[in-house]
């Protein structure tokens, strides 16, 4: 099992800045891939960003250019600058074990872009 935690979420003014943090604990081992999602009020949960273990990087067209996602060992950063209202959302960690398919989620924490 691996157990994820985010942390950093919080109220921002629109074009302001937030980082989140995940920290990855237990069985760590095989992850291959980890990533954010996120989920807007009646919307689907959607892709954020993903990092691999060799720092390979996916963006969703919605915040290139604005958001970075980075990793150190089992911890993986977002960094969202010029926050917009329509970021607003809960974001998940996720993260992914190739190797039997396992996804694992953390619990969410919740972005409010507003002024």
């Known amino acids: 099992q691996v157990q994820l935690v985010e942390s950093g979420g919080g109220l921002v003014q629109p074009g302001g800045s937030l980082r989140l943090s995940c920290a990855a604990s237990?069985?760590?081992?095989?992850?291959?891939?980890m990533g954010w999602y996120r989920q807007a009020p009646g919307n689907q949960r959607e892709l954020v960003a993903t990092?691999?273990?060799?720092?390979n990087t996916v963006y969703a067209d919605s915040v290139k250019g604005r958001f970075t996602v980075s990793r150190d060992r089992n911890i993986i950063y977002l960094q969202m600058n010029s926050l917009k209202q329509e970021d607003t959302a809960v974001y998940y960690c996720?993260?992914?074990?190739?190797?039997?398919?396992?996804?694992?989620w953390g619990k969410g924490t919740l972005v409010t872009v507003s002024s």
């Open positions: 237990g069985s760590v081992f095989s992850i291959s891939l």
């Open positions: 996720n993260a992914f074990k190739q190797i039997g398919g396992m996804n694992y």
């Open positions: 990092v691999s273990t060799s720092g």
